[in-house]
């Protein structure tokens, strides 16, 4: 177990998440967003898969990671005792510590008495170990689930800025629509709401996201080309380190990710 580290600037955590549609690239873009946050000065990073089908850490190669799901199995049907659960929680970021970053996957949480529990437990260890305390990240960067439950279950209500995938789908593009309506009714507060368009190669296609985007009050990241080396080494169950550093997803992100964090 390695010690994790300080906190590098004194400011406020950033929580930046990725949303949309299932299958829309929102894994792909947070790796490609946190393979970049490690080229920074040593910032202190979480990241968190939030997609009980935990895919993240495979996609960035991390290795021994215990999820949530992992860690209140032991506690099936009996009462978590909430001071436990936070030295548990602790004790789990700091063994799923990989090369520049710790990992945080929730995992599955089917056959647990009593989940809502869990979500309250989580909210609270995240106030008092992620975002503030000793030891709060600098980053949070979180792969969201598909959909927009987890803004109606208000589970992302910690999230400073929110970068929507999308593809040209009418489905793609109403979950946007649904996700600002949600994010309204349910009054979650974020920063900015960004959109990047996935794999849309069409003119006419980009400009109505673009159009969307300003309609919903959200900025436009611009494209995020179909990337044919990415899509070889997600085939052959490699990792995102392993994308040259002058591929054209990689580069697209280092613009997108100057907006996102200026
Ligand atoms: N720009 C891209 N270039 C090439 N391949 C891509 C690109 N974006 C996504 N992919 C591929 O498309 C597939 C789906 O992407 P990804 O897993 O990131 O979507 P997702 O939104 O996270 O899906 P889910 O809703 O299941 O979590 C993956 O195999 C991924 O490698
Ligand atoms: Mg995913």
Same mark, same amino acid.
């Given at each position: 177990?390695?010690?994790?580290?300080?906190?590098?600037?004194?400011?406020?955590?950033?929580?930046?998440?990725?949303?949309?549609?299932?299958?829309?690239?929102?894994?792909?873009?947070?790796?490609?967003?946190?393979?970049?946050?490690?080229?920074?000065?040593?910032?202190?990073?979480?990241?968190?898969?939030?997609?009980?089908?935990?895919?993240?850490?495979?996609?960035?190669?991390?290795?021994?990671?215990?999820?949530?799901?992992?860690?209140?199995?032991?506690?099936?049907? @009996? =009462?978590?005792?909430?001071?436990?659960?936070?030295?548990?929680? !602790?004790? *789990? +970021?700091?063994?799923?510590?990989? &090369? $520049?970053?710790?990992?945080?996957?929730? @995992? =599955?949480?089917?056959?647990?008495?009593?989940?809502?529990?869990? !979500?309250? *437990? +989580?909210?609270?260890?995240?106030? &008092? $170990?992620?975002?503030?305390?000793?030891?709060?990240?600098?980053?949070?960067?979180?792969?969201?689930?598909?959909?927009?439950?987890?803004?109606?279950?208000?589970?992302?209500? $910690?999230?400073?800025?929110?970068?929507?995938?999308?593809?040209?789908?009418?489905?793609?593009?109403?979950?946007?629509?649904?996700?600002?309506?949600?994010?309204?009714?349910?009054?979650?507060?974020?920063?900015?709401?960004?959109?990047?368009?996935?794999?849309?190669?069409?003119?006419?296609?980009?400009?109505?996201?673009?159009?969307?985007?300003?309609?919903?009050?959200?900025?436009?990241?611009?494209?995020?080309?179909?990337?044919?080396?990415?899509?070889?080494?997600?085939?052959?169950?490699?990792?995102?380190?392993?994308?040259?550093?002058?591929?054209?997803?990689?580069?697209?992100?280092?613009?997108?990710?100057?907006?996102?964090?200026?």
């Amino acid at each position: 177990m390695t010690k994790r580290r300080k906190k590098a600037t004194e400011g406020k955590t950033k929580v930046i998440g990725f949303g949309g549609k299932g299958g829309v690239g929102k894994t792909t873009l947070a790796a490609l967003f946190l393979r970049l946050m490690g080229e920074m000065d040593s910032p202190a990073i979480l990241a968190v898969d939030s997609d009980p089908n935990t895919c993240l850490p495979g996609v960035l190669g991390a290795e021994g990671y215990q999820t949530l799901g992992d860690m209140v199995e032991g506690y099936k049907g @009996g =009462r978590l005792p909430p001071r436990k659960f936070r030295q548990e929680f !602790n004790t *789990l +970021l700091l063994k799923n510590e990989q &090369e $520049f970053y710790d990992l945080l996957p929730m @995992g =599955r949480n089917e056959g647990q008495g009593c989940y809502c529990s869990v !979500n309250d *437990l +989580l909210r609270s260890a995240f106030r &008092e $170990f992620v975002l503030k305390g000793n030891y709060a990240y600098d980053f949070v960067v979180m792969d969201c689930e598909a959909g927009i439950e987890h803004i109606s279950r208000k589970t992302s209500s $910690f999230i400073d800025d929110f970068v929507i995938a999308t593809d040209s789908s009418r489905m793609s593009l109403n979950t946007i629509k649904n996700i600002r309506n949600t994010q309204n009714e349910v009054k979650i507060d974020v920063n900015n709401l960004y959109i990047v368009a996935n794999r849309v190669e069409d003119g006419e296609m980009l400009d109505r996201i673009e159009d969307l985007s300003g309609e919903l009050g959200m900025t436009f990241l611009g494209r995020m080309p179909e990337d044919e080396t990415l899509k070889r080494l997600n085939f052959k169950g490699k990792s995102i380190f392993e994308l040259p550093d002058d591929s054209p997803a990689y580069l697209r992100m280092r613009e997108m990710a100057n907006v996102i964090l200026s």
